[in-house]
């Protein structure tokens, strides 16, 4: 199937490792231009390596998300370097996770102000290219309690309820908005990478609550990120899809 991607313009924030590099390679595979950033131009360059084995045009720069000019100016060099743009994910990773002023910091800055402020400067440039899509990577934190990391799941929620106000919004210049909400997700140096060798307790009692008997990988969320912004699912938008092999049931 033609997903109808070929030449767009895509940013991933967040995009040198885990879900950000997949959604970046799932982009790349159907022949779009690719932008990614990150903090740390190690794993950077060696992504950005890696999705250039694509053939496509790509752009990668270091940038701290939670910084608003360095994100403002980030979105802008990637849109003069691709020629335009079509898509926007949202992938910011600050994960607070405990309940006091540093947890909540970090979650409101990164996770949600990275998110809103890329879209404050994006959707100017989506709409000169005649609209597109946005894609917000929230968790499924943010549909239930989060005991063991409040402000985390507190902002993605924030993030679902952003997702319908948006989609209604920018619907009438073209522009869909969705959210995708991964369950738990393994992936070398990732949480639950880690997790299996420092907290092997927490690692078990969180796979005995997947009723698929694993954990996800970024190639499943990548595949639903795609397809929401591909023209497929042109008739999709305001929707927050959780992409968690039925950890929520």
Known sequence: MDLGLKNKNAIVTGGSRGIGLAIAKGF????????I???SEGPLSVATTTLKGY????????CDVSDPIALHDYIEAAHNALGGLDILVNNPSGFGRTDDEAGWKMSIDIDLMA????CWSAVPLIENSGGGSIIHISSIS???QSQRTPPYGAVKAAINHYTMTQALDLAPKSIRVNAIAPGSIYFEGGLWHQAQTNNPELYENILSGIPSGRYGTPE???S???FLASEPGQWV???TIAVDGGQML
């Open 28 to 35: 790349a595979q159907e022949g779009a231009n690719v932008s």
């Open 37 to 39: 950033c990150a903090r």
């Open 55 to 62: 053939g496509n045009f790509v752009h990668s720069m270091t």
């Open 115 to 118: 998110s809103v402020r890329g």
């Open 142 to 144: 943010g549909l239930t």
């Open 220 to 222: 499943e969320v990548a």
């Open 224 to 226: 639903v990120a795609v």
């Open 237 to 239: 938008t305001g929707q």
